[in-house]
């Protein structure tokens, strides 16, 4: 016999979890039995950022993360969720719910929140019964990791789910099978890998798309081996942009929406195009113009249901991408191909690129342009650095201005939800306290949660936190000049600025280390006194407001 806590407390230990990002008050006993086991209980100033903290750290670790809410702050959690959903990012919530036993008495802050984790999970369900919690804890590990990852969800009985406090006859055994991603690794049909191979090498201009799928899969490796066998250039998602060094001499960038005009080009002119754990949405393909539906194609995927879900395939190759790349290379045997003209030009459009950007990328403006923030972190963050970048501009001048330079660097960036990053990446710290790690965001991505850098600072999550702050989200300016009919106005422009605020000060007041840069040869030293300072710091980079990241070539 023991208490649900305890029950719960030694499977979360039994599973690897070491941090579990939460509101109080929730599931109060099992907390304190996860004392027991060493776990830290990172308590946060909201739902959302727990759930982002969470998602950073599964994406880091490989195996789930763990948040909590009680009842009435279970729909911003939900809420927080919708970017590890979009991610296939394994995080798992927990909630206290509603008492049967009193529904529709107008019971203090009652809600019926299932409802809304529907459309954010792979599995959600209501622990009504403590003997009910071993053999759903287990499912809902075995759901977030298995096949395309993604979020689970428990309600516990209780506002702060006080069944927790009830004993039972309870087993609290683990299936380590479901510890981390991927559990297991489905083994493509060996027809399909010859038909993928002989498309591969008789095609005059091939290109590898790579998505998220491969990091998931710890592909990295044979996805770089293939593309170096085939001689194949390669681009990559959003996600998958640490799937190969951005120096290696066949990455070409990032395609699609947030990209690099290199990138998209190169594709444009490939004859056959092999997605490998991308799921082809819109943001990789630029709504599905980059490539045009209809180009040969070849997809190898762990979900059946996203094969040729977006473009006709003369191949597809359900399984694990490590196990496909590797029969691929397998096949393949020991001879190189060689494609030195769709090299050299897939070479030439990365280098066109480079030399149209060069002036921005070294740029010696005041204020400063973001593109040299890119190029100087592409040049100073440690090999082992990991970097969790937001969306909006943040995503799109890190996407297509910054490389990774080492295959033992991580990229994360947000699914889609500006704010993200910076609770991201303390729970990515977190999974990885002797890797430092490297958030990018603007201003108005860090006013969304900035009350978190006193929690970064009482947990000693130590972090750095790059702001390109130019008192806007002028992402948004486009959008208003047009809606203003094609000129900017005073009263337009005042629905994307802000006041001009000095982040390091505000850092400095809540106990972290603050560094305001405003000349770009500042930044450097910056960087590497951040770096090594060991506790939580925040740089402020002024910079121009009236710089816009480059549109989507098509």
């Known amino acids: 016999m023991m208490t649900g806590a305890r029950a719960l407390a030694e499977m979360l230990d039994g599973y690897g979890v070491t941090h579990v990002f939460m509101v109080p008050a929730v599931l109060r006993r099992t907390l304190a039995e996860l004392e027991r086991f060493g776990v830290r209980r990172i308590h946060t100033h909201g739902e959302k950022p727990a759930a982002y903290m969470a998602d950073g750290y599964a994406r880091m670790a490989g195996r789930p993360g763990v948040c909590l809410a009680q009842a009435v702050g279970a729909l911003n959690l939900a809420a927080g969720l919708r970017d590890a959903h979009l991610a296939n990012s394994p995080v798992i919530a927990l909630t206290g719910g ?13 809600v019926d929140d299932l409802p809304a984790f529907v459309n954010v999970t792979k599995f959600s369900a209501e622990v009504d019964a403590v003997e009910k919690i071993p053999d759903l804890v287990r499912q809902a590990f075995r759901a977030a990791v298995s096949g395309r990852p993604g979020p689970a969800h428990l309600q516990f009985v209780g506002n702060e789910g006080q069944i927790d406090l009830e004993e039972g006859d309870l087993d609290s055994s683990v299936d380590t099978r479901f510890v981390s991603v991927p559990p297991v690794r489905p083994l493509p049909d060996p027809q399909a890998v010859a038909a993928a191979l002989d ?88 709504f ?39 029969a691929i290379l397998e096949l393949a045997g020991p001879a190189r191909a060689n494609r030195p003209d769709w090299l050299a030009i897939a070479r030439g459009e990365v280098a066109a690129w480079r030399r149209h950007h060069l002036r921005h990328l070294r740029s010696d403006a005041v204020p400063i342009r973001p593109e040299r923030i890119c190029a100087e972190l592409t040049d100073l963050v440690p ?112 629905l994307w600025t802000f006041n ?23 930044f450097g030293a910056a960087l590497e006194r951040a770096l090594a ?13 009236e710089a816009m990241a480059p549109l989507a070539v098509v």
């Not at 001009?500 to 500042?522: N, S, T, Y």
């Not at 300072?533 to 407001?545: L, M």
């Open 98 to 110: 509603r008492d049967p036993a009193a529904t529709g008495k107008g019971v203090y802050q009652e």
């Open 533 to 545: 300072a060991e506790r939580p710091v925040i740089i402020d980079v002024v910079t121009d407001i």
């Open 288 to 326: 599905w113009q980059v490539p045009e539906p209809g180009v040969p194609a070849v997809q190898i995927d762990i979900d059946p249901e996203m094969t040729g879900r977006n473009y006709p395939l003369r191949v597809a190759i359900n399984a694990d991408a490590r196990a496909a790349l590797g």
């Open 199 to 286: 498309l591969l090498q008789r095609a005059e201009r091939p290109v590898l798309v790579t998505g998220g799928g491969v990091r998931a899969s710890r592909a990295a490796g044979e996805l770089v081996a293939v593309a170096e066998r085939l001689s194949i250039p390669v681009v990559t998602s959003l996600n998958g942009k640490d799937t190969i060094p951005g120096t290696h001499p066949l990455c070409v960038g990032v395609v699609g929406t947030y990209s690099r005009s290199a990138a998209n080009r190169v594709v444009d002119q490939a004859d056959l195009v092999c997605f490998v754990g991308s799921s082809t949405g819109s943001m990789t393909t630029h």
């Open 500 to 522: 001009e605020v000095d982040f390091a000060r505000l850092a400095q007041g809540m106990g972290a280390m603050g560094i305001r840069v405003e000349k770009p040869d500042q």
């Open 383 to 494: 090999d082992d650095a990991c970097i969790v970048v937001d969306t909006g501009h943040a995503g799109m001048w890190m996407g297509g201005m910054f490389d990774t330079r080492s295959a033992d660097q991580r990229y994360l960036r947000s699914a889609g939800h500006l704010g993200w990053a910076f609770p991201a990446a303390l729970g990515a710290k977190c999974a990885a306290a002797d890797r430092p790690v490297v958030c990018f965001t603007g201003d108005a991505g860090l006013w969304y949660h900035i009350a978190e850098i006193e929690t970064a600072v009482r947990w000693g999550i130590n972090t750095v936190t790059v702001v390109n702050n130019n008192s806007s989200g002028n992402q948004s300016a486009r959008g208003f000049d047009r809606a203003y009919g094609g000129q900017q106005t005073p009263e337009g422009r005042r």
